[in-house]
């Protein structure tokens, strides 16, 4: 070895240093991209699942309450006879119509939008023709001042 190739060899070694230093940083990058990649794709599965869940069961909570709601007006109104009446239990029926029509099986339907808006406009309807509040919060929630 001549003294040349010597201080060529010192010389370049900052050079070669920082040309391997570049190769692990690309190296632990890429891969930490891909890690991450992979463990933000499962993460965001489990919160869509957690989400879709929780939306699911509101609307089925929903549309169970029209169906109850219904059901009781429309026990209630069977029994008389006058024409205002019978306007208000042809609404009920309609009501309840589209509560079973409503499809709980297919929750991938793009439908399914437009059927719950379709429910909760006959709802506030009904809810019109019956002289009754649209808002029923209070009572779903229950009653905070009650204590047993």
């Known amino acids: 070895m001549n003294s040349e190739d010597l201080f060529d060899h010192i010389f370049m070694s900052e050079n070669r240093c920082a040309r391997n230093l570049y190769l692990i940083v690309t190296w632990y990058q890429g891969n930490g991209y ?6 933000g794709t499962r993460q965001g599965m489990l919160d869509g699942q957690k989400h879709g869940a929780s939306h699911g069961a509101k609307v089925s909570t929903e549309v169970s309450f ?3 709601f219904a059901l009781t007006w429309k026990c209630l109104l069977q029994d008389t006879a006058n024409a205002k009446s019978r ?3 042809k609404a009920v029926e309609s009501l309840i119509g589209l509560v079973e029509q409503f499809g709980y099986d297919n929750a991938m339907s793009t439908s399914l939008l437009d059927e719950i808006q379709k429910i909760r406009t006959k709802f506030r309807q009904v809810c019109s023709l019956l002289s009754v509040p649209t808002d029923f919060h209070d009572y779903v929630n229950g009653s905070s001042g009650m204590s047993f």
Do not use: A, I, N, S
């Open 87 to 89: 306007k208000q239990v």
């Open 34 to 39: 891909r890690d991450g990649f992979e463990e």
């Open 66 to 68: 029209y169906r109850g």
